[in-house]
């Protein structure tokens, strides 16, 4: 652990203690319900440099895929952030990017035909940035589980959140590091329920896919990136060879970090050109399904995750490859005999090879 290069003042409660707004995307992995959507109020308080509790008051809304009605529910939750920013590089309240790991508990209350109650329970990653003095903004991919009297049901979500720093003394944050720009392409290929629905059919679904964004560099083993892409493959082929594309328009945050050079860092190898990690974030964006006679359109917030391999020649160039998996959900109609099942639900598996390119500017 490393020592603080900001105090960590405890004399009175308010310090280190945020309070703020929070809006949620969900998807759970059942067809019971589509995707939920909620907002609600967060307290965050940092009892030391590495540890801190946070307590969350969220309302959603989702509509049953069965009964058409919509449903709302109220949620209260504890969890424990452990910032391992501040663990490996020391407490900095001038530190523009911190990423933390996130386990939490909590209480759910939803309202469909009947009231029905769940025990809740979260892991995930906490990615903060702070945007000036006192106020920060977060993104936190996480998997949500509850237990209710239908049994264990889980899927996966992302949060958004702005916090205000209550503390006496606030700091303004530094960005240090290097901005980074790089571009990527390669082959993609689905691997989901719509194509194992047409395993019969002897086809292929690989394509290709294409991104361009930026990044920083705030320490050598941590970068924040953001980027737009463009994919597309072919999702089913008909009787007769004709092909149905999908395609994807949508943007990406994410947090790299590269272990290999975190290692090197802590026995003395500094500027080692090569590099190991992982990147994982949320993905948000657009997808266009064509099938016969119609064309399938359909928001999405989902999860990416990849590993990272790069390989840097002198001091601003580097390549790099990324085998990546893509989790993407949407509701979309479905045909049934049952009047009041007019939605189903669809996970999108996309796995991506990319080769690219990343300059220091």
């Not at 949620?75 to 590089?89: A, D, M, P």
């Amino acid at each position: 652990m490393s020592a603080p290069k900001t105090p960590f003042v405890t004399d009175k409660f308010r310090e280190n203690l945020h309070l703020g707004v929070v809006g949620l995307a969900r998807a759970p992995f059942s067809d019971d319900y589509a995707f939920a959507y909620g907002a609600g109020v967060s307290a965050l308080k940092w009892f030391n440099t590495s540890l801190g509790v946070r307590a969350d008051v969220l309302g959603e809304y989702m509509h049953s895929n069965l009964t058409g009605n919509r449903v709302g529910e109220l949620s209260v939750g504890c969890s424990l952030l452990f910032n391992v920013s501040s663990y490996i590089s020391g407490f900095d309240k001038m530190r523009f990017c911190e990423v933390s790991t996130v386990m939490g508990v909590g209480y759910s209350c939803r309202w469909d035909l009947m009231t029905e109650h769940y025990f809740a329970g979260n892991v995930g990653v906490n990615i903060n940035m702070r945007l000036g003095k006192g106020l920060s903004l977060y993104l936190e991919p996480h998997l949500p589980l509850y237990l209710g009297i239908g049994g264990l049901t889980y899927g996966f979500a992302t949060s958004a959140g702005i916090y205000y720093d209550l503390s006496t003394q606030l700091y303004k944050p530094t960005i240090a590091g290097k901005y980074y720009v790089f571009c990527s392409g390669g082959m993609q290929l689905q691997n989901s329920e719509l194509v194992k629905m047409a395993s019969d059919k002897d086809y292929s679904t690989i394509g290709y896919t294409t991104s361009l964004g930026f990044g920083r560099r705030f320490d050598d083993y941590l970068a924040l990136r953001l980027s737009a892409l463009y994919s597309t493959h072919t999702w089913t082929v008909y009787y007769g060879g004709k092909a149905m594309p999908a395609r994807y328009f949508a943007f990406r945050a994410e947090v790299e970090f590269d272990a290999l050079s975190l290692i090197l860092d802590k026995c003395g190898v500094k500027n080692f050109p090569l590099g190991f990690g992982v990147v994982l974030g949320p993905e948000a964006g657009c997808l266009i399904k064509k099938d016969l006679g119609e064309t399938l359109t359909r928001h999405y917030v989902g999860l990416t995750g990849a590993f990272h391999l790069d390989y840097h020649f002198g001091k601003r160039v580097g390549v790099f490859i990324e085998p990546r998996m893509s989790l993407l959900p949407y509701s979309a109609p479905h045909d049934s005999s049952t009047a009041n099942n007019a939605y189903r639900n669809y996970y999108d598996g996309l796995f991506n090879l990319t080769l690219g390119v990343e300059v220091d500017i």
